[in-house]
Nanobody
Framework: QVQLVESGGGLVQPGGSLRLSCAAS????????MGWYRQAPGKQRELVAT???????NYADSVKGRFTISRVNAKDTVPLQMNSLKPEDTAVYFC????????????????????WGKGTLVTVSS
C-alpha cells in the first residue's frame, strides 16, 4: 500500500513563506508525475504545481514566480517552497502522485495508480 503524507502547513502572515513537503512511502517501483493541488473553502480543487520524473515543472499562473516545486526521486519526496504568500493562497494543499507502480506480492511492479494525500492546511492571514 502506498501512502502520501504532507507536512509543513500552518499560519503565516501575508508576504511570508512556508515550505510544504510530501513523502511517498510503500513498496514503490516508480512514480511518473508528482504535484501539489489546493482547495479553498467553497471552491474546487485546483492545480498548484507539478513535476515529472525528469524534473520538468508546470505551475498555475497564480503562483508563478512565488512557488517552487522540486523533487527528490531517491526519497520520493516533493517539497513546495511558497514565498510572498497572499491571503488568497489560503487553502488545504494536497499532494498527488500519478501512475505509481508498486511492487506486489508477486515481486513484479503493478500498473500505475494515482494517489492523494490527506492534505495540509495553509492559512495566510494577519
Amino acid at each position: 500500500q502506498v501512502q502520501l503524507v504532507e507536512s509543513g502547513g500552518g499560519l503565516v502572515q501575508p508576504g511570508g513563506s512556508l515550505r510544504l513537503s510530501c513523502a511517498a512511502s510503500g513498496r514503490i517501483f516508480s512514480i511518473k508525475d508528482m504535484g501539489w493541488y489546493r482547495q479553498a473553502p467553497g471552491k474546487q480543487r485546483e492545480l498548484v504545481a507539478t513535476i515529472t520524473s525528469d524534473g520538468s515543472t508546470n505551475y498555475a499562473d497564480s503562483v508563478k514566480g512565488r512557488f517552487t516545486i522540486s523533487r527528490v526521486n531517491a526519497k520520493d519526496t516533493v517539497p513546495l517552497q511558497m514565498n510572498s504568500l497572499k491571503p488568497e493562497d489560503t487553502a488545504v494543499y494536497f499532494c498527488n502522485a500519478e501512475k505509481v507502480r508498486s511492487i506486489g506480492a508477486t515481486g513484479l511492479p503493478s500498473d500505475g495508480v494515482d494517489y492523494w494525500g490527506k492534505g495540509t492546511l495553509v492559512t495566510v492571514s494577519s
